[in-house]
């Protein structure tokens, strides 16, 4: 299986003119896997969600912006993989990574997991320089 992924930052799809240039941006790479960050919805927004990505089979998760975060769209072909959002809180994010752990070693054959885990994993990566988190050590 040959998945195609699509990632952007396309900082705000509020605007007609935009979106429209995310859906021709969508079917020109015909993406099997669809982010969209900072995407500057701050609510529940399925149908904008559908105009951008026309595919029947299409599975999304978000989270809406809220003050200066930029909110984040993840859409899938259902036939493919699922998505997920891991939180900042290290205890939810450590239960998470076991759920997955438990997903991984039930399932036979290939799967995709399309993400924000909110959590960096090399130190070069990170702004702040080479701290190590606990999280990296995970």
């Not at 040959?2 to 240039?21: A, D, P, T, Y």
């Not at 891991?86 to 994010?93: E, G, H, I, L, Y």
């Amino acid at each position: 299986m040959n998945l195609k992924f699509f990632n952007w930052n396309v900082r705000g799809v509020n605007s007609e003119e935009k979106r429209g240039l995310v859906r021709r941006a969508i079917q020109q790479w015909r993406a099997d896997i669809c982010v969209l960050v900072k995407t500057k919805l701050t609510e529940n927004e399925t149908q904008v969600y559908r105009q951008l990505w026309k595919n029947r089979w299409m599975g999304e998760c978000h989270l809406n912006a809220i003050g200066r975060s930029g909110g984040i769209v993840v859409m899938w072909d259902k036939r493919y993989c699922r998505g997920v959002y891991a939180s900042c809180d290290t205890v939810a994010r450590s239960e998470l990574w076991q759920e997955l752990i438990n997903i991984k070693e039930a399932c036979n054959g290939p799967w995709v997991s399309c993400s924000d885990y909110n959590v960096t994993r090399y130190p070069n990566e990170r702004s702040e320089g080479n701290r190590i988190t606990g999280a990296m050590n995970s």
